[in-house]
C-alpha cells in the first residue's frame, strides 16, 4: 500500500502510531488512539469503532454515531479503517459532519436523502479541504482553469495554498493513485495554512452547505508536487482528467 502519497501527509504521525504500513490496525488500537486523543462527538460522547452486526441504512448510520458515539468500523477494511483515522485527526470536522446529517434526518419526511445530506455524503467520502491566503486562487480552480492555477501560477499555489484529503474513500484510492481520480473542494479562506487550525473552519463551513454543486471537482493528481509528472506542463492538457467547465448558453 503506498502511504507514502502527499494525501497522507497530515496523518502521518497517526499512520506511524498505528503501523498502518505494516497491517490494518485492530479496532482495540483505534480505541486506544481515540481515548488518548479525547475524540468526541458532537454531543461530547467518547467516539468508539465497534463491529457491526449486519449493514446499517446511511441514516441509521449517522444516527448511532450521533445518539452514541460509536462509529460502525469493519475490521480488516481499508474504507472503514481510513475513515476512522480521519475521525483522529480531525475530529471537529468529522463531530460537524455526523451533527448536520442527523440534523438534517430530523426534517426529513422519508427515507429519501435530501441534497444536503447528498452534499454532506459526498464531502464525507471524497472532500479535500482548500486552504487559501489567496481568494483568487480559489475561483481558477472553481472555474477550472487547471492550466492557469496549477501551471502558470504554480508558485503561488505552492506557498499560498495548501490541500487536505479528507474524504476516506479518497485517502482510500490514494493507496493505489490514477491521474483522474478527484476530490471535492470544501474552500477556506484563511491566513494560516495549518490543517489543525482549519478543522473549526471546515466544521463551521458546513453551515452554508447546501448542494453538491458547491463543492467543485479537483484532480488531485494535478496538485502540483502530488505527481511527479505533473512537473510538464503538458499533464494538465488531458481534457479526460482537466475537463473544463461546462458553458451554459
Known amino acids: ?15 506511524d502510531t498505528l503501523e498502518l ?11 486506544a488512539q481515540a481515548t488518548t486523543l479525547g475524540t468526541h462527538n458532537a454531543g461530547d460522547l467518547p467516539v468508539r469503532f465497534f463491529t457491526p452486526g449486519g449493514r ?9 454515531i450521533l ?23 480531525f475530529p471537529r470536522f468529522k463531530a460537524a459532519l455526523n451533527a448536520a ?15 444536503r445530506r447528498d452534499a454532506l ?35 503561488h499555489v505552492e506557498t499560498d495554498m495548501h490541500f487536505v484529503v479528507v474524504g476516506h474513500a479518497l485517502l482510500e484510492k490514494a493507496l493505489a493513485p490514477f491521474a483522474s481520480m478527484t476530490g471535492k473542494c470544501l474552500m477556506l479562506h484563511a491566513n494560516s495554512l495549518d490543517p489543525d487550525a482549519a478543522d473549526a473552519q471546515a466544521a463551521a463551513a458546513l453551515g452554508i452547505l447546501d448542494t453538491p454543486r458547491q463543492l467543485a471537482p479537483l484532480p ?26 461546462v458553458q451554459v448558453a
Open 67 to 89: 445518539q452514541t458515539g460509536q462509529v460502525p468500523t469493519r475490521a480488516g477494511n481499508w474504507h472503514d479503517v481510513l475513515n476512522a483515522l480521519v475521525w483522529l485527526r
Open 56 to 64: 446499517l441504512s446511511a441514516r441509521d448510520y449517522e444516527t448511532r
Open 21 to 31: 504500513a505494516r497491517a490494518i490496525p485492530a479496532l482495540d488500537a483505534l480505541n
Open 220 to 245: 488531485v493528481q494535478g496538485i502540483p508536487g502530488w505527481d511527479a509528472a505533473n512537473s510538464d506542463a503538458a499533464y494538465y492538457a488531458n481534457p479526460s482528467v482537466f475537463r473544463p467547465a
Open 121 to 155: 455524503t459526498v464531502l464525507d467520502e471524497s472532500g479535500v479541504w482548500v486552504i487559501s491566503r489567496d481568494p483568487a486562487l480559489p475561483r481558477l480552480l472553481a472555474n477550472r482553469a487547471w492550466h492557469e492555477l496549477f501551471w502558470d501560477a504554480r508558485p
Open 1 to 15: 500500500m503506498n502511504l507514502d502519497h502527499p494525501a497522507f501527509a497530515p496523518y502521518r504521525s497517526l499512520i
Open 101 to 115: 446529517h442527523g440534523a438534517a434526518i430530523a426534517t426529513e419526511t422519508d427515507t429519501q436523502r435530501g441534497r
